[in-house]
């Protein structure tokens, strides 16, 4: 099966950096997201990786190590509108169905921005 | 607008009593899934389509079924709903299986109590 594992809760001063990370253990991996939620509210799309490496997309970063099932979420120059959950999403290829994909959530890390 | 819309948005019911959550898309996408989400188990996957009648089970199918006649509708259905049912759903799409950076865009969620 699919395993996905973060940090239930964290907490980081506005202004400054914080790291979230994710780990992993599945087959025909095909990708990995990562979603914001507000509370009440629908995931939205944050990044996408499929090779190693690190994207980068304005204040938010995410990194992928393929070889160790690792990634991790970066925020820089915290909000407190960052306050949410983040959630780090596996996608992976659902072979008994004729290939097609299929994504596994994590239960998600509660990011708490404080002054 | 692009958009995935849900009705009702909230909903209490009680055991027993058969419930239809509608789940629409306008961006033509292929495939749509629901989910549930509750505290400590993140979201959860149920059911699935990769297309005009072809649906298929997620990670937590039991009590719940589905109907993909038309490409832009998913409704989830709740034959005998119990009150194991109560939970946060989201109805998601995205225009194919998964390939690249192709994401899901959930609904607005449907707050279910089945008392």
Known sequence: GQNIDQPTEMTATEGAIVQINCTYQTSGFNGLFWYQQHAGEAPTFLSYNVLDGLEEKGRFSSFLSRSKGYSYLLLKELQMKDSASYLCAVRYIYVLTGGGNKLTFGTGTQLKVEL | ?115
């Not at chain 2, 009702?8 to 749509?32: A, F």
């Not at chain 2, 188990?41 to 298929?56: A, H, K």
């Not at chain 2, 997620?58 to 719940?64: A, F, K, S």
């Not at chain 2, 049912?85 to 998964?98: E, I, N, V």
Request: glycine share 8%.
């Open chain 2, 1 to 115: 607008e692009a958009q995935v819309t849900q009705n009702p948005r909230y909903l209490i019911t009680v055991t027993g009593k058969k419930l239809t959550v509608t789940c629409s898309q306008n961006m033509n996408h292929e495939y749509m899934s629901w989910y549930r989400q509750d505290p400590g188990l993140g979201l959860r996957q149920i059911y699935y389509s990769m297309n005009v009648e072809v649906t298929d089970k997620g990670d937590v199918p039991e009590g719940y079924k589905v109907s993909r006649k038309e490409k832009r509708n998913f409704p989830l259905i709740l034959e005998s709903p119990s009150p194991n049912q109560t939970s946060l759903y989201f109805c998601a799409s995205s225009s194919t299986h998964g390939e690249g950076t192709d994401t899901q865009y959930f609904g607005p969620g449907t707050r279910l109590t089945v008392l």
